[in-house]
C-alpha cells in the first residue's frame, strides 16, 4: 500500500535562508510520481513541484527544487531564500502507477514559519 | 493555471439539513476527485470519478455521495447533515496522460461547511 510520511509538523526559518521539508514515502509501484503543493492559510491548494520516478534529474521551479533519493525513498522540498509569504502548510503527496494510475494520497504536511 | 469553481465557499447550515457542494471544472478533466480536510491536518480522500458515470468511494468512507452526470460537473450532497460533517470539502480534477500534465491533480478554492 502507498504511504506518505511527514515527521517535521512544524518548521521555522529566517526570511532568506532556505529551508528543507522531509518527505519519505512507501510504494511498490516502479511507475509513480511525487508531488509538493502549498496551502495558505485561506485553505487552497497550489501546486509548487512535480518529480517522476524515472526521472533523471531533480525538479526544479524558480525557487523550489525536489530533492529525490530514489533509493531512500525520499522526495525532500527544498524553498530557497525563504519569504515571509512562503509561511503555510505544505504538502507532499504522491500517486502511483503512471497514466493508468488515479488515485493521489499526501501526507499530514509541515506547517512553515517564515520569521522576518 | 486551474479553472476549478468550487460554491458555497462558506456555509453554516443546522442539523438535518440538505445541503449540495458545487464543483465545476472547465479544462475538460476526466478525473475528479472531493478531498476532505479538518483545518490544519492531512487531506483525505472521500470520492473519485474516472469520467462521465463513473463514481468510487475513496479511502476515507464519508455519508457523502457524488453523481458525474457531465464532465464538468461533480457535486457532492450530504442528505442530512451533520455537526460531524463540518470540515474543508476540497474538490480536484485531472487530466489524462503522462508526467506532470496527467498526473498533477489541480484544486478548487475549498467549500468550508459548519452543521451547528
Known amino acids: 500500500a502507498q504511504k506518505i510520511t511527514q515527521t517535521q509538523p512544524g518548521m521555522f526559518v529566517q526570511e532568506k535562508e532556505a529551508v528543507t521539508l522531509d518527505c519519505t514515502y512507501d510504494?511498490?509501484?516502479?511507475?509513480?510520481?511525487l508531488f509538493w503543493y502549498k496551502q495558505p492559510s485561506s485553505g487552497e491548494m497550489i501546486f509548487l513541484i512535480y518529480?517522476?520516478?524515472?526521472?533523471?534529474q531533480n525538479a526544479t521551479e524558480g525557487r523550489y527544487s525536489l530533492n529525490f533519493q530514489k533509493a531512500r525513498k525520499s522526495a525532500n522540498l527544498v524553498i530557497s531564500a525563504s519569504q515571509l509569504g512562503d509561511s503555510a502548510m505544505y504538502f507532499c503527496a504522491m500517486r502511483e502507477g503512471g497514466t493508468g494510475g488515479f488515485k493521489t494520497i499526501f501526507g499530514a504536511g509541515t506547517r512553515l514559519f517564515v520569521k522576518a | 493555471e486551474a479553472d476549478i469553481y468550487q460554491t458555497p465557499r462558506y456555509l453554516v447550515i443546522g442539523t438535518g439539513k440538505k445541503i449540495t457542494l458545487e464543483c465545476s471544472q472547465t479544462?475538460?478533466?476526466?478525473?475528479m476527485y472531493w478531498y476532505q480536510q479538518d483545518p490544519g491536518m492531512e487531506l483525505h480522500l472521500i470520492h473519485y470519478s474516472y469520467g462521465v458515470n463513473s463514481t468510487e468511494k475513496g479511502d476515507l468512507s464519508s455519508e457523502s455521495t457524488v453523481s458525474r452526470i457531465r464532465t464538468e460537473h461533480f457535486p457532492l450532497t450530504l442528505e442530512s447533515a451533520r455537526p460531524s460533517h463540518t470540515s474543508q470539502y476540497l474538490c480536484?480534477?485531472?487530466?489524462?496522460?503522462?508526467?506532470?500534465?496527467?498526473?498533477?491533480?489541480?484544486f478548487g478554492e475549498g467549500s468550508w461547511l459548519t452543521v451547528v
Open positions: 480536484a480534477s485531472s487530466a489524462q496522460g503522462s508526467g506532470l500534465s496527467g498526473n498533477t491533480i489541480y
Open positions: 510504494t511498490s509501484d516502479p511507475s509513480y510520481g
Open positions: 479544462m475538460g478533466h476526466d478525473k
Open positions: 518529480q517522476g520516478s524515472y526521472d533523471q
